[in-house]
């Protein structure tokens, strides 16, 4: 037997995937610790190697018990040569040793993989589309974490914990995570996305939210040949815009946008033109019996070559990006981020993210193995087959775990959901909660007053 704790050779068999081996061909350890060096960091042969690092992270998110007590206990499970549970705070410190540079690397890797297996398959007229959009997430009320995320300040007051403010840049169809930014909640979602538009390739589509329909986004966008597609922004008034436009059909215009003085003291950016030319659509719907309307900016100007249906089906697909916000915040559990330090939140969300398209990666293999549409396997399910899988292909032998590895895209192929266009759900609970209060003072302070 071997103490995890003096053992200096153990670290070359226990790197192995032991507790994600359906991912172990994109976490190797070759793979992670090129990455390393190449970003000049060095590190001691111990138990907690980058690549042993990077998987527990990766194997917390995805599991339901998100404990540190949990991944280690399952570390040792999978090896019976270890006699001693190593020390939580061994973890956190490999955790923090990390070069912070890792994860885009890694996130980045994942993507392009992601889009080299898939990506092909879903494009608009030979070019691809992005989605764009924003939430929020919280975290434990420490000194360090209200100092770097600070508290939110909404119509019902500010919030008890702090929360940081996330945008997320995902490639339609393959549904990646291409790039994301983690700021301060006072941060607008506008100025993250400013940061990372250099990640869009020119020629590409993106799909956003009335928020980002700014004369300035458009401008810098279509400079670059990018066709934005999003709802009027609401200060702008259609029937105005209508007025001094010109009719390309039925339900369509081109209208201009100016730039207002106001905006071009803000940017001081001299190359921004006066006005901007614009595409038109109004969308006439029923929902609850009520008629409703909706106007679409786009800067998609050929009607003939970018019909107007397309356009209304293509913005329809934008919803897809607040699934996978779902499915960061509820499936793995990034809506409340246990760490306790502004390091170990972003690296914890940056893991989320990596398990995210390693799980989404699965979903395209699976897909490209049954013939199943990729768009309606579970994500939850496919995490659930995962984790069971495994453990047995841990300890397969080789030809063994290529039928297993088969068999498991078999079976995640089977976990499909129902394709419901148009469903509502509204944000409301069923189950009535506990009436208890809320906690406003340290617990501690709440101790002494009861």
């Avoid at 008890?160 to 607008?188: K, Q």
Wanted: aromatic share 10%; with cysteine.
């Amino acid at each position: 037997m071997y103490s995890i704790d003096t053992s200096t050779k153990l670290h070359q068999s226990f790197s192995r995937p032991v507790q994600v081996s359906a991912l172990a061909d994109f976490l190797a350890d070759e793979e992670i610790d090129i990455i390393c060096r190449q970003l000049g960091h060095s590190w001691r042969g111990r138990i907690f190697t980058p690549a042993v690092t990077v998987r527990s992270m990766v194997y917390r998110r995805l599991h339901p018990d998100k404990s540190i007590r949990a991944v280690l206990a399952d570390m040792v499970a999978g090896d019976d040569r270890i006699e001693r549970t190593p020390a939580t705070t061994s973890w956190c410190e490999a955790r923090s040793r990390l070069p912070d540079p890792l994860w885009p690397k890694l996130i980045g890797d994942s993507t392009a993989k992601l889009q080299t297996l898939a990506g092909w398959r879903y494009l608009y007229f030979d070019r691809p589309v992005y989605l764009l959009d924003g939430s929020t997430i919280s975290m434990p009320d420490t000194p360090d974490l209200v100092d770097v995320f600070g508290y939110a300040n909404t119509k019902h007051g500010f919030s008890r914990f702090p929360v940081a403010r996330i945008t997320f840049i995902t490639h339609a169809g393959t549904e990646a995570v291409v790039d994301y930014r983690l700021d301060r909640y006072r941060t607008g979602e506008d100025a993250q996305f400013r940061t990372m538009w250099d990640r869009l390739p020119d020629e590409c589509i993106l799909l956003c939210d009335r928020k980002f329909c700014s004369f300035y986004n458009l401008a810098k966008l279509s400079r670059r040949g990018i066709g934005v597609i999003c709802p009027l922004h609401q200060r702008r008034a259609p029937k105005r815009l209508i007025a001094d436009g010109k009719k390309l059909g039925e339900n369509q215009w081109i209208v201009w946008f100016d730039l207002a003085s106001q905006s071009r003291r803000k940017y001081n950016d001299p190359s921004l033109p006066t006005r901007l030319c614009v595409r038109l659509i109004r969308i006439r719907f029923v929902r609850n019996g009520k008629p409703r309307e909706l106007w679409l900016v786009t800067t998609l100007l050929d009607h003939i070559g970018y019909p107007c249906s397309s356009i209304v089906d293509l913005y329809r697909s934008r919803w897809g990006i607040e699934t996978r916000i779902g499915s960061l915040k509820t499936t793995l559990d990034m809506n409340v981020v246990p760490s306790k330090t502004a390091k170990g939140v972003r690296y914890d969300v940056a893991a989320t993210i990596l398990a995210h398209n390693l799980v989404w990666t699965l979903i395209h293999q699976a897909a490209d193995k049954t013939g199943a549409p990729a768009g309606r396997i579970s994500f939850a399910g496919t995490i659930k087959t995962m984790l069971a899988y495994s453990g047995p292909l841990r300890n397969a032998a080789p030809l063994r775990r290529e039928h297993l590895y088969d068999q498991m895209l078999r079976n995640i192929a089977r976990n499909r959901n129902r394709d419901r266009p148009g469903r509502i759900e509204p944000r409301l609970i069923k189950r009535q909660k506990k009436r208890y209060g809320f906690l406003k003072v340290s617990r501690k302070e709440a101790r002494r007053n009861a």
